[in-house]
Nanobody, 122 residues
Framework: QVQLVESGGGLVQVGGSLRLSCAAS????????LGWFRQAPGKEREFVAA????????YYADAVKGRFTISRDNAKNTVSLQMNSLKPEDTAVYYC???????????????WGQGTQVTVSS
């Protein structure tokens, strides 16, 4: 069992930065791949980034590649998403999730946080 709690969302201007964090509980945290997803109003949840259990494999959605960085600290049971050069289209609720597989499909993720709102204003 893994429980996830996101933090760090907020309101930021175009071109600004935010850092999202996700704190996890559960003894098997370090064995899970961790992902970030987002969902904008009226749209489906979409993949943002994922990191393998050991941090040695990382995937990014094309829309965020070069602007976002995912990282994890298994000793602290945390996963982070550094978001730079933010755009209005990045506005969404951001969720962290845990999966036994290193995948980009939301359906494969077993555990989800409650989400944190990110709003990018122009």
């Amino acid at each position: 069992q893994v429980q996830l709690v996101e933090s760090g969302g907020g309101l930021v201007q175009v071109g600004g930065s935010l850092r999202l964090s996700c704190a996890a509980s559960g003894r098997t945290f370090s064995s899970y791949a961790l992902g970030w997803f987002r969902q904008a109003p009226g749209k489906e949840r979409e993949f943002v980034a994922a990191i393998r259990w050991d941090g040695d494999r990382i995937y990014y959605a094309d829309a965020v590649k070069g602007r976002f960085t995912i990282s994890r600290d298994n000793a602290k049971n945390t996963v982070s998403l550094q978001m730079n050069s933010l755009k209005p289209e990045d506005t969404a609720v951001y969720y962290c999730a845990a999966s036994r597989s290193m995948v980009v499909t939301a359906a494969a993720y077993e555990y989800w946080g409650q989400g944190t709102q990110v709003t990018v204003s122009s």
